[in-house]
């Protein structure tokens, strides 16, 4: 093993819309399809001087040696799915990681998996270190969505949102990354419902808590469900789903593989289930259902 550290930018880029395409066109096409994804998501990487470390399911992970051939593969990604049925969201973080027989390991590499959940689809997120060490011209393109905790690191970590194409209005459109810079989107909402009730979370009501516990906001008596699940928080016009559970928690959107989250918060948005400690399919009495409207 070579236990030499190296600083590099890693990026961790995930295909959405896979699961409804296999409903719709088929196993064989669907598969065809997402294959030719993957494949252009490393010829981006190849393109912008990056290695491809490994490809999980639709997911793939890169390294490079600068955060701004980082940016310029993500934005080429999202260049190549712009008119194609599947869609790609990316995260990257710059940092210390050990390199092992063509492939990385190092905290770096969950920050990046960990930024890249908050991206929606067609988004590039990127922490702000990483945004730190961008060319001014790129820098300009980024603002700020977020601060998050993330395990190893004492101090909250600043999650920005990249616009990566490019227009003639950009210099004026995109200010400096600064938290005054985030526009939230005020009107964004989320219905959770129950076999038994529905409860809303918006900007004036921005807090449900979900667990066995009766003081819980939605209060779901299930073998696996723990005593304080799971939170949903309005935050920065986004909807943040914070597990706390033993179990875990599974976010399944429609159209999108199930997400499983345990201990970590991750950005929900669309229609779809939430799984208590399991699957919602394999337990749809203590399922819930989301909604989030803008």
Not at 142 to 164: C, F, H, M, Q
Not at 203 to 210: A, C, E, G, Y
Not at 229 to 256: F, K, P
Request: hydrophobic share 40%.
């Amino acid at each position: 093993m070579d236990q030499t550290q190296q600083t590099l930018a890693i990026l961790f880029a995930d295909i959405a819309g896979s699961t409804e395409l296999y409903q719709r066109v088929g196993d064989v096409e669907a598969h065809r399809q997402v294959a030719q994804s993957l494949a252009s998501m490393a010829q981006a990487v190849k393109q912008h001087n990056g290695v491809v470390l490994r490809t999980v399911g639709d997911s793939t992970l890169a390294s490079f040696d600068s955060c701004d051939n980082a940016l310029l593969a993500a934005s080429e990604m999202q260049a190549l799915h712009k008119h194609t049925p599947l869609s790609v969201r990316a995260g990257f973080h710059y940092g210390p990681v050990i390199p092992d027989k063509g492939d990385v390991y190092g905290n770096a590499v969950n920050i990046a998996a960990r930024v890249a959940s908050f991206a929606r689809t067609e988004e590039i997120t990127a922490t702000e270190f990483s945004i730190s060490q961008l060319s001014d011209e790129n820098r300009l393109r980024a603002n700020l969505l977020d601060k998050i905790v993330v395990k190893g690191i004492s101090e909250p970590v600043g999650v920005y949102r990249i616009t990566w194409e490019a227009d003639e209005g950009m210099h004026t459109r995109v200010a400096q990354p600064t938290p005054s810079s985030v526009m939230p989107n005020e009107r964004l909402a989320l219905v959770l419902s129950t076999t038994q009730a529905a409860f809303q979370l918006n900007k004036d009501s921005p807090v449900l808590t979900i667990g066995r516990d009766a003081a819980c906001s939605v209060t779901i008596d299930g073998d696996r469900v723990s005593r304080k699940h799971a939170q949903l928080a309005w935050t920065a016009g986004q909807i943040q789903l914070s597990d706390t559970s033993t179990n875990g928690t599974y976010v399944h959107r429609h159209g999108q593989p199930p997400l499983f989250v345990r201990r970590e918060t991750v950005v929900i948005e669309g229609t779809g289930n939430i799984g208590l400690g399991c699957l919602p399919s394999e337990d749809a009495t203590h399922a819930v259902h989301f909604n989030i409207t803008d």
